[in-house]
């Protein structure tokens, strides 16, 4: 008697992706997207360099430097943007840390309360920083390097943020009680042990805090500070072409710190691939 075998059902076979189609494809979404934002930046370099009948002049770009009250402004911006991050860092590399070594029940609190500035808009902050600064005034002087202290606050997001990555890709704990039975004290744990393992975190937050405050404007401008960007919202009413090349070169050095953020950010997974 012959035995029949059921012919047993064949999965359609699956069609082969093309290689070259996915290159492709972010080939065209790359030069679309880079064009979107190129096309913004050339229009602001044409614009700032238009001299008188359809001439090309650097008029607008040497007026940067001839402007001392826009050399200063640009100044006290750099001083801030420096006070700003060391601030910021100083605050929550070690909060955190502690948060995560000896109170982790409060994580999602100081969480919370890092990421409330990103809810409330900035015109909110400066009506209830306005009666604070009254007393800074009165305390520090009126110095427009006390906006430090509002800054801070501003990017504690951000910080927050990129920080909060940096300590969750290592084993703190491990590491901090390693540490503590050879004999090392809370300061040396934090600067020789928790630092270097998040230094490009830190990277990350320093970077992110100076493009915030080199763009800020309400805050300085409602509390009466002049830094750079209410001083090229005051150019911008006499002179746009110094305006435009202005904030052309803010924009400009922005993108630099975002390339500087990638490339330490690739040169750290390059690192840590190899020893692995």
Not at 21 to 46: D, H, K, N, T
Not at 130 to 139: I, T
Request: net charge positive; proline share 5%.
């Amino acid at each position: 008697m012959a035995v029949t075998r059921e012919a047993v059902p064949q999965e359609p076979a699956k069609p082969r992706r093309r290689k070259g189609s996915g290159g492709a494809l972010r080939a065209v979404v790359l030069v679309v997207l880079g064009a979107y934002f190129a096309l913004p930046l050339v229009a602001m370099a044409e614009f700032s360099t238009r001299g008188a009948n359809g001439t090309r002049s650097l008029q607008s770009w040497s007026g940067i430097v001839t402007d001392p009250d826009l050399v200063e402004a640009i100044w006290v911006s750099a001083q801030l943007a420096l006070l700003s991050s060391l601030l910021v860092l100083a605050l929550l590399v070690p909060t955190m840390a502690w948060i995560r070594l000896r109170l982790p029940a409060l994580r999602r609190v100081v969480e919370f309360l890092c990421l409330l500035p990103v809810a409330i808009p900035a015109i909110v902050l400066v009506v209830g920083m306005a009666p604070l600064y009254a007393w800074v005034d009165y305390f520090l002087g009126d110095s427009p390097l006390t906006l430090a202290l509002a800054y801070a606050v501003l990017v504690l997001p951000f910080a927050h943020r990129s920080l909060d990555a940096g300590l969750s890709a290592i084993d703190l704990k491990t590491l901090a009680e390693a540490a503590r039975g050879l004999g090392a004290g809370w300061g040396t744990v934090l600067l020789r042990i928790v630092v270097p393992n998040i230094r490009t975190a830190l990277i990350s937050a320093a970077l992110l805090s100076v493009a915030l405050v080199l763009g800020e404007f309400t805050i300085a401008s409602l509390l009466n500070f002049d830094t750079l960007q209410v001083r090229v919202n005051l150019i911008g009413k006499r002179d746009a072409g110094v305006s435009i090349a202005v904030s052309l070169l803010c924009l400009l050095f922005a993108f630099a710190l975002l390339l500087l953020l990638s490339s330490a950010g690739s040169g750290r997974r390059r690192a840590t691939a190899e020893e692995g």
